[in-house]
């Protein structure tokens, strides 16, 4: 029978001891006891919940759940544990799970995306919601006070009352970036993987503030983005950025890339490799009088592929770069090599100075999103054209790719 343990009940109150009275061996070996006792957990009723048909609904934090005719876990447990996971990375990485907060975001990944959330946190002050016991696969929701869910699961007392905990959906490879699309199999296997292919990418670079993380993956998805690349930002799994993300970050067709400081390559070389292997125009947001304005790169960028047939060579494809709202591009910039375009967004109200970098980064992905490709051809066939092209920018990455090759 699964029962919470006595180290698993440890966490009912998350880890947040005074770091001076604090020993950082002994802790973190209590904090690695506490995730392997919830690994085997995890484990189980995962296997279990592959084989419910109908949902279970706990009425409180006292219940006891019966997985099955010999299995129960206690509600209590499963709190504990989406509390741990909340609060520690290195947890969610060893259990492969992270919480969700917000009735939206939990239905775009449940209902839309098809993910099957271990178990929903309900506010016990209202009744369980349709969507909660009519999901399109059933599992375990408990109803709890709000007040316990908000300030222990999410991370303002402000958030709705409803969370999840979710299995970490996969991450795609690095070589990713590096691969052309172009570039020939490495193995004859006839069901082999083929390259990946970008046409549109934002990258952001050292904003570790989550919501704004969370804002841009949430644009990039409903705008049509391919990707997102996070050059050391906020951890991509941890709640405020999946909360407003809106779930985005689970979206079946789009790709999350996280540079790490101490990753294989460094970060920045990593996203002029993928530029140049994907033929993508870095377009680098800037707040310079050497920047043209967003619509002026897109006007440019759009009239040089008008012609052109999808897959061509010769057509360019986005990558959108933004930085912190603190230091913006200002590091990027003194380590970038590969030919760029400089943008900004115009901001025709002198009393604003700057804007709020996800909202940057929404205006200037709106640009180069794919229905953008009609909207400026409707403009080319009325005559308002750009006075030149970006043809020597993509000469300049063509040779950059055959220097790198």
Known sequence: MLRCSARAALCLAPFRQPRHHQNSQEHMRRVNAMTADFKRERASIRQVLVDVAEP????????????????????QSLYANACHVRENAHARAQL??????????????????????????????????????????PTIVVRADPLMINEKLLSSNQCDGFAAEFDLPAMPSLLDLTTSP??????????????VSFSRVVALHKTRNASNTGNVIRAAVDLGYDAVILDRCADVFNEKVLRASDGAVFC??????????????????????????????????????????????????HYHNKDKAEGSLERLGAMVVLGSEARGLEELQESWQI???????????????????????????????????????????????????VDDTLQQLDERERQLS
């Open 56 to 75: 279970i609904v706990a009425n409180n934090l006292d219940s006891v759940v019966h997985l099955s005719a010999s299995r129960t876990v206690t509600s």
């Open 96 to 137: 492969g799970s992270c919480v969700v907060g917000g009735s939206s975001a939990i239905r775009r990944i449940w209902h839309q995306y098809g993910v099957r959330p271990t178990c929903v946190f309900v506010p016990d002050d209202v009744p369980v919601p349709e969507w909660c016991v009519n999901g399109p696969t």
């Open 182 to 195: 172009d570039a020939a199999p490495e193995t004859e296997i006839a069901d082999a993987p083929k390259p």
């Open 252 to 301: 079946p067709t789009f790709r999350t890339y996280q540079l790490k400081e101490k990753g294989p390559a460094d970060p920045i070389e990593l996203l002029q490799h993928a530029a140049v292997a994907h033929r993508l125009l870095p377009i680098l947001a800037v707040p310079s009088p050497d920047a043209e304005p967003v619509f002026s790169v897109a006007q440019r960028l």
């Open 339 to 389: 030919p760029a375009k400089l943008a900004s967004v115009n901001l025709d109200n002198a009393l604003v100075e700057s804007i709020n970098v996800a909202f940057a980064a929404s205006i200037m992905m709106h640009h180069f999103r794919p229905a953008a490709v009609a909207e400026f051809d409707d403009l080319f066939k009325r005559g308002v054209v750009p006075q030149d092209d």
